[in-house]
């Protein structure tokens, strides 16, 4: 399995386009009984007839913080009509992107005016044109706007078995199960005659503990490569404390052993405390003044023994010559400008199509590397001759 970014067809907007297309979005909406009651309530002096910004002077900060307050408070206002009102599909529709523009955007200080929030919101919508797209990050110092597009991958072959899209913040294990179905729903009669089993590769984005355990219970050979723990300042890092779950406890460097103390969501912690002040490693474990607390997931174990099986060089050896494989794969369906890496049309639903389409004739094209044709009989045999 792999992902890559599927870059919007559309342009990101500011704060103030966001929210005029929101606002202009709800007029277009309504009836024209409503859009005249709605258009009562607008006291910025803006129509809302295009898209052009108002004109102010940029430079001048008292001309942008007005110019934000009032296009809010036209937003909230028309908000105000709606409320508790039956609303058709299209209109609700409508006023909940506007909703969303508001509430992600802004804050309201304490003199009542509305202001740019400092901070990014979680899931913040950065289009109206397209309110599905999604600031992405597929690494730390690579950001994208739009989508990722996932393949799931048959090694051998080289042939895509599966795609999905999602927003481009999602994380890359969200849509494995959904890539993996054959791999998940298979009956154990299905594993072959020698008793193989179905291998999955996947890079460090994959090694989360839900999806770790949904495999293991599958009874597929997990070729997940897992992150290794880490600790601030070169200090112990997890992985030098021994985790006895069976027995509920946690050993330190120092050999001290603290019980696991269990929580109500299925999660644990073991607290060092007092052994802390005074162990001559210290120093080298935390600089927490309560002492080192190991936090324990849900998926703890599932999560160790990937860390462990990702430092075997045997195991290592084989994900090296075999991952790669689905990058390469990557590189056929990205190749194009649109079509691969630039989505053609808008909204989940449509890209994710238009993804599947790709990875089929990506697939065809592979077939005839492989020299497999369709016969007349409508089965499929390798090219002779």
Known sequence: MDSA?????????????????????????ADHVLRAVLRAQLTSGDAYTDTAKPVIDWTDAGEREALIDSRARDGYAL???????????????????????????????????????????ADRVISTVDPQARHGHKTVNRSFD?????????????????TAVTAGNAGDAE???????????????????????AEVYGDAAYGTGPLLAELDGAGARVMVKVQAANAPGGRFSKDAFTVDLGA??????????VPIRPKSDGRGAACFKAACAACPLAARCTTA????????????????????????????????????????KIAHLMRRRHGG???????????????????????????????????????WAIATG
């Open 5 to 29: 970014p599927v870059y919007d067809a559309v342009a990101t907007q500011d704060t103030i386009t966001l929210i005029r297309s929101a606002v202009r979005g709800l007029l277009r909406a």
């Open 79 to 121: 908000l105000a009509v709606l409320d508790g009102r039956d609303l058709e599909p299209e209109v609700e529709q409508a006023a909940r992107l506007l909703v969303t523009v508001l509430g992600q955007d802004l804050d309201q200080d304490g003199d009542g005016v509305f202001r740019i929030a400092r901070k990014v919101a």
């Open 146 to 162: 739009g989508y990722k597009g996932h393949v799931a991958e048959d090694p051998d072959s080289e042939v895509i078995t599966a």
């Open 175 to 197: 849509p494995a199960s959904e890539l993996l179905a054959d791999v998940l729903n298979a009956p154990a009669a299905d594993e072959g005659a020698a008793g193989e089993r």
């Open 248 to 257: 509920g406890q946690v050993t330190c460097p120092n050999q001290v052993t």
């Open 289 to 328: 003044r309560d002492g080192r607390v190991i936090t324990i997931g849900p998926h703890e174990e599932h999560l160790a023994r990937g860390r462990a099986r990702s430092t075997d060089p045997i195991w290592l050896a084989t994900y090296r010559a075999t991952r790669p494989k689905v990058e390469r």
């Open 341 to 379: 890496r630039r989505a053609r049309v808008r909204g989940r639903d449509k890209i994710a199509a238009d993804f599947s389409l790709l990875a089929a004739a990506t697939n065809i094209a592979r077939l005839g590397v492989l020299g497999i044709m369709s016969t007349a009989t409508g089965n």
